[in-house]
């Protein structure tokens, strides 16, 4: 069965630093989407992305934040200069092209974990 | 704006019990709901889905899901709980926006 898969599933970095977090959806899907999950607290919203755009944003999603689908099949979220509370887990999504319904049913990733140090 | 409450972070139920996980939620137009699994290190499953016509859904491992709109519910059951059926359970909703609002979660833990 088709999946997104997303790497690293863990990744610790220095605050300051930059990361990327990478993930392959589903070959047929062209809406993407991040998600983040603090611990403890709910799963939250980030941003989706169609047609190489972002499509819409949440509060979270400042100028330290940003996408890109940079060749066929990866879907990247970069964060520039990580802060401590940017710790959580990242999942990424994506969606069929289609019917309202279809943009709806999202498939999600195994996340990553990311640990700011 | 929508958002969406589970009642009870930590459900614990004995196998073979009935499992029911409350989801309320709020929207401003008529919503598509979602329950998703997720079990240990592993991504968000869909268990099911309701948009629209039945309001009694079935998804998967024998779940079902009623959408009530008078009480803006769409609880989570499953007439007989498998030790398999530890995880967490996240309710969720669209406004067809393409995101979702998912509520806290809900951990289930089954005891033999």
């Known amino acids: 069965e088709p999946e997104v898969t997303q790497t690293p599933s863990h990744q610790v970095t220095q605050m300051g630093q930059e990361v990327i977090l990478r993930c392959v959806p589903i070959s047929n899907h062209l809406y993407f989407y991040w998600y983040r999950q603090i611990l403890g607290q709910k799963v939250e919203f980030l941003v989706s992305f169609y047609n190489n755009e972002i499509s819409e944003k949440s509060e979270i999603f400042d100028d330290q934040f940003s996408v890109e689908r940079p060749d066929g099949s990866n879907f990247t979220l970069k964060i520039r200069s990580t802060k401590l509370e940017d710790s959580a887990m990242y999942f990424c999504?994506?969606?069929?092209?289609?019917?309202?319904?279809?943009?709806?049913?999202?498939?999600f990733g195994a996340g990553t974990r990311l640990s700011v140090l | 704006a929508q958002s969406v409450t589970q009642l009870g972070s930590h459900v614990s139920v004995s196998e073979g019990a009935l499992v029911l996980l409350r989801c309320n939620y709020s929207?401003?137009?008529?919503?598509?709901l979602f329950w998703y699994v997720q079990y240990p290190n592993q991504g968000l499953q869909l268990l099911l889905k309701y948009t629209t016509g039945a309001t009694l859904v079935k998804g998967i491992n024998g779940f079902e899901a009623e959408f009530k709109k008078s009480e803006t519910s769409f609880h989570l059951t499953k007439p007989s709980a498998h030790m398999s059926d530890a995880a967490e359970y996240f309710c969720a909703v669209s406004d067809w926006a393409q995101k979702l609002v998912f509520g806290q979660g809900t951990r289930l833990t089954i005891n033999p």
């Open positions: 999504a994506s969606s069929e092209l289609g019917s309202k319904l279809a943009k709806n049913i999202q498939y």
């Open positions: 929207s401003s137009v008529p919503p598509y």
